[in-house]
């Protein structure tokens, strides 16, 4: 019988980038990857949104935490901050494509257009440009990992945003679809589904409202935490989860297996 072989549960040292790392899950991933000893990348579109969660990881003496700001509908502007990650950090191990909105215009009305153009540009075309740039370095690494935040709005559907659905369900495919082409490279790609959680996308219902959804849809019967998100991102990125590729992630309290 094989010796048992231990595998690295350990991100310290490693560099990742994180796209709308300025509030909700994103901000939860920077803060948990920094406590473990990786090097931080936090990005968002506001520069003082960025600098106030480095602030915040730095109250707990962590120094490796970056902010930058970053359009992510700016294909120049994702370049050019994936060239300065990989400059200050000497390379890039971790992508963590979870930057996002909510702009629900039901097909027909007037701004469907824009939202839909919005919502492809914000939540799919840019997972693939900051793959794309960041790849040089994720090639060069011995544990490259590609994480693409969807949501179970990329499992199924809700009426009126079908723009978000789409962009979702489109995250997904493309997730596959890298899996499938960087495979043979060792390089990873895995997709988180987020179900209802606690971030400013969901700020603006009531709680009495979430609290009624949450008990007729999910098995937990509550929302969920961008902290609780964070962690299942941290697990897929491990070098130790290094046979974990191609698959979609529900992290939402079991909304998409109740039936009833």
């Known amino acids: 019988m094989d010796a048992y072989k231990p595998l690295d549960r350990s991100i310290k040292g490693r560099t990742a980038i994180i796209t709308g790392a300025a509030s909700g899950m994103g ?31 730095e109250e707990a003496g962590i120094t490796t935490a970056r902010a930058h700001a970053l359009d992510v509908g700016d294909a120049d502007a994702i370049k050019a901050v994936v060239a300065r990650t990989a400059e200050e950090f000497g390379g890039i191990d971790i992508v963590v494509n979870n930057a996002g909105f909510a702009l629900p215009v039901p097909l027909g009305e007037d701004g469907y257009e824009d939202s839909w153009d919005k919502s492809l540009s914000v939540m799919l075309t840019s997972h693939q440009r900051l793959v794309s740039a960041a790849l040089p370095w994720l090639r060069r690494s011995d544990a490259a990992r590609i994480v693409n935040v969807a949501s179970t709005e990329g499992l199924g559907a809700t009426p009126r945003n079908s723009a978000y659905v789409a962009a979702k369900h489109g995250v997904i495919g493309l997730t596959r679809a890298m899996a499938v082409e960087f495979g043979k490279e060792g390089i990873t790609a ?8 606690l971030t400013g996308i969901t700020e603006a219902i009531p709680d009495e409202h979430k609290q009624v959804y949450a008990n007729r849809r999910t098995a937990l019967r509550r929302y969920g935490l961008p902290e609780e998100v964070a962690n299942i991102t941290l697990s897929v990125v491990l070098p130790a989860a290094s046979y974990l590729t191609g698959v979609a992630i529900p992290v939402d309290g079991g909304l998409t297996i109740r039936n009833a």
């Open 27 to 57: 901000r939860a991933t920077a803060h948990l990857f920094a406590r473990e000893g990786a090097n931080v990348a936090v990005t968002d579109l506001r520069q003082d949104a960025c600098d106030a969660v480095v602030a915040e990881i």
């Open 190 to 197: 895995n997709c988180i589904c987020p179900g209802p959680i």
